[in-house]
């Protein structure tokens, strides 16, 4: 039989109303057998995330600081929803092991993770799927570092066992102790990716709150559309801006195995959602699959005559920039010219250090700073297949009065980034939406 790999967020499983609706999607369609789930989140505005209590639970424990209160809280959501669904399941031990371990002075991983582990029971039991945890199956090195292949290998041994199951995401244990070891926020993505390419699943199915991704931000542009279909190669360049309802590191895994993502809407089932997959996979696509954007940014332009007969320079100044431990973003370069692209927080206490380094070292002509700019990526595989993209982008930038700081397309094709000054951000992706969206 086919499998799907299914995996809810937070909100999908924050009560018993949405765990009936997680039932409700399940049922309808036999080869979702594989199902992670996500701790309790937040129910309205105002509520509380189970994550949230739990980690403040461990750090009022820590300070000798009562913690009964917010356990009690914690312990209540989830009889809450065993009641409202009639689960037949035994918390009451469970709550009695996790506070024992409050107490003797348990690690904040081990606390945080049993979120995760609670909802997996309840909805494995809602469900009548088998209950498979993850803590020896998903593995980390010494430096909580994710071990690929052993966790690939362990994860199928499993679930051979196991027509169908509910597991825990979020979590795994280092290998050489084999205590608990949690992946950074939004790792239950990260769970399900691992989960669908050991089950060689034919998709991944990501259900949270939004019915996939869109063009823009629907806090920019006015009803933006929905994007169908992106690659893998598409997603990477708008996650690094920002626009992403996906954990970046949750798609290596079912990319390396040719294994699709659909993100879903647990509230709007019938919504198509947005495919994610290889760019093979589809063409006749739209030239423009989204924008996004982040600032601000600061940028160093650095002049100096001749620099091109000049060997290393640049690396030179990168080198400068890596012993500080700053990262940069972009490198726009010209014959006698080149400027380094950083993110204004990165650099914005060190940036007198770096300036005199680069005079120090580099002996430059001129070196000018431009704060607070704007980065904006264009993306689509449809660029590089379509004249006239850079003359569309700033037509409509000039039509608004927008100046371009900088405009840089790599020879990838597939992005193009645009740099304005910080205040015409959100002006500027309105103009370049309407002017690929006609």
Not at 85 to 101: K, N, Q, Y
Not at 337 to 359: M, N, R, T
Not at 386 to 405: H, P
Request: hydrophobic share 40%.
């Amino acid at each position: 039989m086919n499998s799907k790999t299914v995996k809810f967020g937070g909100s999908s499983v924050a009560d018993g109303i949405q765990l009936q609706k997680i039932k409700n999607i399940i049922e309808a369609d036999p080869e979702r057998r594989y199902v992670v789930v996500s701790a309790p989140g937040k129910r309205f505005a105002d509520d509380n995330k189970i994550t949230d209590l739990l980690f403040l639970c461990k750090a009022q424990a820590d300070r000798n600081i009562p913690y009964e209160q917010l356990f009690h809280v914690v312990m209540d959501r989830y009889r809450a929803i065993q009641y409202n669904l009639g689960i037949d399941v035994d918390l009451d031990s469970r709550f009695e092991t996790i506070h024992m371990a409050l107490q003797e002075g348990c690690t904040e991983d081990y606390i945080v993770s049993r979120g995760e582990f609670l909802s997996a029971i309840l909805v494995a039991a809602y469900l009548g799927y088998d209950f498979v945890d993850t803590q020896d199956l998903i593995l980390f090195n010494s430096k909580g570092r994710l071990l690929a292949e052993e966790t690939n290998q362990a994860l199928s041994a499993e679930l051979a066992k196991h027509e169908r199951a509910v597991l825990p995401g979020f979590y795994g244990s280092y290998q050489d102790t084999g205590e608990v070891c949690i992946l950074s926020r939004g790792g239950s993505d990260v769970t399900g990716s691992l989960v669908a390419r050991a089950a060689g699943s034919s998709i991944y199915e990501n259900w949270t709150d939004v019915s996939g991704l869109l063009m823009a931000d629907p806090r920019i542009v006015d009803d933006p559309r929905p994007i169908e279909y992106i690659s893998y190669m598409e997603l990477r360049e708008l996650s690094y801006m920002g626009a992403s309802v996906l954990h970046e590191e949750a798609v290596f895994p079912v990319r390396q195995a040719g294994i699709p993502i659909n993100i879903r809407n647990t509230n709007a089932p019938e919504d198509p959602g947005t495919i994610i997959t290889t760019e093979s996979t589809y063409d006749n696509r739209r030239i423009l699959s989204g924008i996004a954007g982040k600032q601000p940014f600061t940028v160093i332009n650095i002049y100096k005559s001749m620099m091109n007969s000049e060997i290393g320079f640049v690396r030179r100044a990168l080198a400068i920039l890596e012993d500080l431990r700053i990262s940069f973003d972009h490198i726009p370069t010209g014959i006698d010219s080149f400027s380094v692209v950083i993110e204004k927080e990165a650099i914005e206490d060190q940036l007198e250090e770096v300036i005199s380094a680069f005079e120090q070292q580099l002996h430059p002509d001129d070196i000018s700073v431009i704060e607070d700019i704007a980065l904006i990526a264009v993306v689509g595989l449809g660029l590089s297949r379509t004249v006239g993209v850079a003359s569309r982008i700033t037509t409509a930038l000039s039509a608004q009065g927008i100046n371009i700081r900088m405009l840089n397309q790599g020879f990838s094709e597939i992005n193009v980034i645009v740099g304005v000054d910080a205040a015409d951000f959100r002006p500027a992706i309105r103009a370049i939406y309407d002017a690929f969206s006609e």
